[in-house]
């Protein structure tokens, strides 16, 4: 039986879910769901990047995130209060993805390597940040560090 939330919560896909059961809403690794009914280990929202594309998803593909709420009842809108690097960087990975799946089609090793490589330390120091266990002044140097790997992939 599907149980609706006292206040809705924001979750952020944390891995790919195909939608493949009945109802099932698809997801995409940083894509964030407003979630509003949980019924056991699933719960039931929209993605706040389509509001018409409603569904339900298991719990495990996404993890909740700090949010706040807007409005009231069924108008009720949660936004994120993520840092806005961390979102800059899923949005960027998002891109960058694009580019790097052409690189491997058209054989440019070098970039297609360079390109992985900045990739992944950008998800590494995203991940770092999320979790919150950093000092200030580590936490200061690793935004620095991926700040300019932003800058190095925007050139």
């Given at each position: 039986m599907w149980i609706p939330l006292k206040t809705p919560k924001l979750g952020v896909a944390v891995y790919n879910f195909k939608g493949d059961v009945k109802s099932g809403l698809p997801l995409e690794i940083g894509e964030?769901?407003?979630?509003?009914?949980e019924n056991g280990g699933w719960f039931r929202g929209f993605s706040t990047k389509n509001r018409s594309a409603w569904g339900i998803f298991p719990?495990?593909?996404?993890?909740i995130r700090p949010c706040t709420?807007?409005?009231?009842?069924?108008?009720?809108?949660?936004e994120l209060k993520d840092d806005p690097l961390v979102r800059e960087i899923a949005c960027v990975l998002r891109e960058w993805a694009r580019l790097w799946?052409?690189?491997?089609?058209?054989?440019?090793?070098?970039?297609f390597?360079?390109?992985?490589?900045?990739m992944r330390e950008l998800l590494s120091g995203r991940r770092?940040?999320?979790?919150?266990?950093l000092t200030q002044d580590q936490t200061r140097a690793l935004r620095l560090?991926?700040?300019?790997?932003?800058?190095?992939?925007n050139r």
């Open positions: 964030t769901v407003q979630i509003l009914e719990c495990c593909v996404v993890t709420i807007k409005g009231s009842g069924l108008s009720a809108v949660a799946k052409k690189l491997y089609v058209e054989r440019e090793t070098y970039r390597s360079a390109v992985a490589k900045v770092a940040l999320l979790t919150g266990t560090k991926l700040v300019a790997k932003l800058d190095w992939g």
